[in-house]
Structures are given as structure tokens and as C-alpha cells.
């Protein structure tokens, strides 16, 4: 192996746990899509992990249950709890409160499922509910990868007044359902009760084609 193809693999392997996300993928995965013997590509991971280290980049990546996963440089922490906790963030962005709904509706569900009915990647969505601990990790789905489940939190129920689940407007009528607009715009109005920040005209008409934020 050349080093220009050592180098072009190497970019490869960045995009593809970029693109998984917190759900990361094992070497053999990794192997199979590069098509490389799962030595070489575990090899590859780990002359990434010095490099990322020795050039002190903004991220690291990380071997979680058997899976490696980018994550960002704990030295960097506090900066991210200041991002999280900034003013300007008090209030939920159109995306965040797309992937609530679905969450809030359909838990548990993984980050594919929300993906799926979305149409665009929505880790940064999920990332931002957790970090306002609206959502959480709740195990894995028996599934190929074993992806994470997400539901909803008692913060989530404090934030919207609510006193159970059962209490989301009309959760009923949307069991078996896909209605992401409908469910969203439900959420919202709940949402505006204690939030005039927002109003219901933020709702795009088709907000399932909308991009991630």
C-alpha cells in the first residue's frame, strides 16, 4: 500500500464514522466497505488516532461497546457546555423540534428511523436534545449494529408541562401514523404555550424536506 492510497483510506475511514455518528461502526464493518483485511483497516484507525492526538485536532476518535466513533477533544469541554448553555440557544430550532416530535411520538426510535422520516441527517438535532437533556439513550435495538434508542426524558415533560406521555396532544390519532408536520406543529403549539419566542408561521409547510440546523 502506497503511501497516497494509506492517505486517501485514511480520509475514507473519517468520512464513514463522521457519517455514522454516535452509532459508530466496528473495524470489520469498516473492513468490508474499503474492502481491506480488517488487520489493515484497524492499523489504519489507530495511525489516525496518533495523528489526531499528536496534531491535538478538534476531535478524537474513540472504540465504544466495539465501536469506533469521531468525538470531539475533552480538553475542548467546556467550550462545548458554554455553546449548550448560550443564551441564544434557549429556544428550540426548527430542526431540534422536528426530531423532538418524532421522538416524542414514536420512542423508543433510533437516529436512522428519525433520518428516514426526515429526509436529512439529524445528528445535530439529537445532539442538541440531549445536551438540554430533553432526550436521552435508552439501550440499544436488536438490530444489525445495535443502534441507539432514544426517548423522551422527565426534563421533556417538565419543559412542555406535561405530567405524562399520554398527555402529548392527540398522541392517540398519530399511533401507526407518519405525519411529521402534523406532529410537529401539535408540539410547537404546546411549545408556544410558555414560549413566544416561537410562532406556529416558523413551521415550513413541507418541514420534512427541511435541512438539519
Request: aromatic share 8%; hydrophobic share 40%; net charge negative.
Amino acid at each position: 500500500m502506497t503511501k497516497k492510497s494509506w492517505n486517501a483510506w485514511k480520509s475514507i475511514i473519517e468520512g464513514l464514522l463522521f457519517a455514522a455518528g454516535d452509532e459508530g461502526l466496528d473495524v470489520r464493518e469498516i473492513a468490508d466497505v474499503l474492502e481491506l483485511d480488517w488487520r489493515v483497516a484497524e492499523e489504519l484507525i489507530d495511525d489516525m488516532k496518533e495523528t489526531y492526538a499528536k496534531e491535538n485536532r478538534g476531535f478524537r476518535i474513540a472504540k465504544v461497546a466495539g465501536s469506533y466513533q469521531l468525538t470531539t477533544n475533552p480538553e475542548h469541554a467546556p467550550y462545548f457546555a458554554k455553546l449548550a448553555q448560550a443564551p441564544t440557544r434557549g429556544s428550540l430550532s426548527q430542526a431540534a423540534l422536528e426530531t423532538l416530535a418524532i421522538v416524542a411520538y414514536r420512542q423508543p426510535i433510533t437516529r436512522v428511523e428519525i433520518e428516514e422520516i426526515r429526509g436529512v441527517k439529524s445528528d445535530r438535532a439529537l445532539h442538541t436534545l440531549v445536551a438540554k437533556e430533553l432526550i436521552h439513550e435508552a439501550g440499544r435495538a436488536e438490530a444489525v449494529g445495535r443502534p441507539i434508542l432514544y426517548e423522551t426524558t422527565k426534563q421533556f415533560l417538565q419543559y412542555f408541562g406535561l405530567s405524562a406521555l399520554k398527555d402529548l396532544p392527540d398522541a392517540e390519532q398519530m399511533a401507526g401514523e407518519i405525519d411529521l408536520e402534523a406532529e410537529t406543529r401539535m408540539l410547537f403549539e404546546k411549545l408556544g404555550e410558555k414560549d413566544k419566542q416561537l410562532t406556529i408561521d416558523d413551521v415550513p409547510e413541507s418541514s420534512n424536506l427541511a435541512p438539519d440546523e
